[in-house]
């Protein structure tokens, strides 16, 4: 501990230092106030039970006091004068310009000048700049380092959690840009601007903002003017790194192709800080009509404006900012007559519906042309199935319809398949047909046999599952294998191989049946008792002598 004192004597740690060094990065100067409303909101809730406000605001940046104590020792900052309320100003040395890029993940060629000097005369300018970063940012407190604060600190500190939140964090604003409309990025020419901030955050919806702060010192004329140098900016082009030509904006920053369905210019924000003479309720209403060439869009048949190359200007007040925030209804953009939020001011609200409504409309008209193919190809499905069925051949036999696998084969034509013989009639019928033209001819097609030597050949009956001639059903496996082969070398044919087996098997009872009718004697022989050995019948029996 004794050696982190020595470092250290004002007992910073590496959070507070890290804390100054990232908003002094980005604001090049500012009070210990500034830097603890911004680096660790949570103190402004504490130490309410101080006598004056003077006395709370000392106990709760004497943290950020030290560290910058201990900064100043390391040559990392400096006190740069002093502000109108008598507050010190702090600035970064070059040394802590170098420290505080590692922090911001920022190069050092981008961060600018130390700010020596801001606070010659005050520094009103820079102050109102930072007002207006600390009202755009809404810093929220970390309540769980409130953990052990009594309930109305807690209190007064979830109101502010719960409140609408701010656009981006430290790191995304930038102070004191160039904007050369000759020159370079780092040695800019005469003609060009210096934006007083620039906000990149993307992750709310704000990709590119430029922001200029007026303490109301300047007239309309002068504000027109630096609209000018603005635009002058905008449509300066110069080759990228892959050899395109672009606008130089483009190369240094990343935004949408389109900004809100138009190819506009970044939009400029006009905070009006009123400590000066020039009453802004008067200045903008002349500062429109003499930039009406830089914002005014031309009106479309939706209802729409077109902003092609033209600047989004739009117009606050920094009270009302810091009230209300980037959410709230104080954003007057240049050509309409009401009051938005940020987002709404900056983008093109009746653009952005009238686009959903032509695509709502479009993906309707895609749906019911998609229907209506649907409907034609079903009803011309049905018509094809329709017309198919209508050709469909009947039977001229049983006037029943063949079914599709005998329309494809008594319709075939193709080289090498076999013609039907019977290309009228149906599967039944055809077997039905060869059954009786073979009954009609008294005997089955056999063919002759040829013999080579111990060789001997059989032939197919039928080429085709047989129907029984009796009942007309179709023969099973074993029955059609039985009744199948005929020819020399078969031991056994089949006496009626036109019938199924059961019908056979009727056939076969009913021939027995009428034979025991025609010989009854035998039935009575039968019935007799076995004779005794001796008899007529024993002569047959073998070694009787006759």
């Known amino acids: 501990m004794a050696g982190k004192r020595k470092t250290n004597p004002a007992g910073s740690t590496n959070s507070l230092r890290g804390d100054v060094l990232r908003v002094l990065g980005a604001l090049k100067v500012a009070t210990a106030d500034q830097i603890q409303r911004i680096g660790a909101p949570h103190l402004t809730y504490r130490h ?215 190819a506009v210019h970044p939009p400029v924000l006009l905070v009006f800080n009123r400590v000066g003479e020039r009453n802004p309720n008067r200045t903008i209403p002349r500062l429109i009509e003499l930039t009406r060439h830089l914002w005014e869009g031309e009106r479309q048949r939706g209802g729409f404006h077109d902003y092609d190359g033209r600047i989004p200007i739009i117009a606050t007040g920094l009270t009302k900012l810091r009230e209300h925030g980037p959410h709230g209804l104080v954003f007057l953009r240049f050509g309409r007559d009401h009051m938005e939020p940020l987002w709404a001011a900056v983008g093109n609200p009746r653009r952005e519906a009238a686009d959903a409504r032509a695509r709502d409309e479009t993906r309707r008209a895609q749906e019911e042309y998609q229907a209506k193919l649907r409907r034609v190809a079903a009803e011309q499905a049905t018509k094809k199935a329709a017309e198919r069925e209508a050709r469909r051949p009947v039977c001229v036999g049983c006037g029943a319809q063949f079914t599709d696998e005998r329309w494809e084969v008594a319709g075939a034509t193709d080289w090498g398949v076999p013609k039907d013989t019977h290309p009228h009639l149906c599967d039944g019928c055809k077997q039905w047909a060869v059954v009786d033209e073979g009954k009609a001819a008294g005997k089955q097609e056999q063919p002759e046999p040829v013999s080579r030597g111990a060789e001997q050949y059989e032939f197919r009956r039928y080429t085709h599952r047989p129907v029984c001639s009796e009942c007309g059903a179709q023969f099973t496996d074993e029955r059609w294998k039985a009744v199948e082969r005929v020819g020399w070398g078969i031991l056994r044919q089949e006496a009626n191989p036109t019938l199924c087996e059961d019908c056979d098997q009727r056939y076969e009872a009913c021939i027995r049946d009428a034979w025991w009718e025609r010989h009854p004697q035998q039935e009575q022989e039968q019935a007799l008792p076995e004779q005794k050995a001796g008899g007529w019948f024993s002569r047959f029996r073998p070694g009787q002598a006759r």
């Open 48 to 262: 309410a039970d101080k006598g004056t406000p003077s006395e709370q605001k000392t106990a709760r940046t004497a943290a950020h006091t030290g560290a910058l104590a201990d900064m100043r020792k390391h040559g990392l900052s400096e006190t740069g004068g002093s502000t109108m309320a008598g507050e010190r100003l702090r600035n970064l040395t070059l040394k802590g310009l170098e420290a505080a890029s590692h922090e911001l993940r920022r190069p050092v060629t981008e961060m600018g000048s130390t700010a020596r000097g801001a606070g010659s005369s005050g520094g009103s300018h820079p102050m109102a700049v930072n007002e207006t970063v600390i009202a755009m940012l809404r810093p929220k407190p970390d309540m769980a380092k409130l953990a052990e604060d009594p309930p109305e600190v807690r209190a007064a500190a979830q109101a502010a959690v719960d409140a609408p939140g701010g656009i981006g964090t430290i790191a995304s604003y930038w102070t004191e840009v160039p904007l050369p409309a000759t020159g370079t990025w780092n040695a800019p020419g005469k003609g060009g601007a210096q934006a007083d901030l620039v906000l990149t955050a993307p992750q709310d919806r704000m990709p590119l903002l430029f922001i200029e702060v007026d303490n109301c010192h300047e007239t309309a004329e002068e504000l027109a003017l630096k609209l000018e140098k603005y635009a002058r900016f905008f449509r300066r082009k110069m080759k990228d790194t892959d050899g395109k030509e672009r606008p130089m904006w483009r190369t240094r920053w990343t935004a949408p192709d389109t900004w809100s369905g138009d």
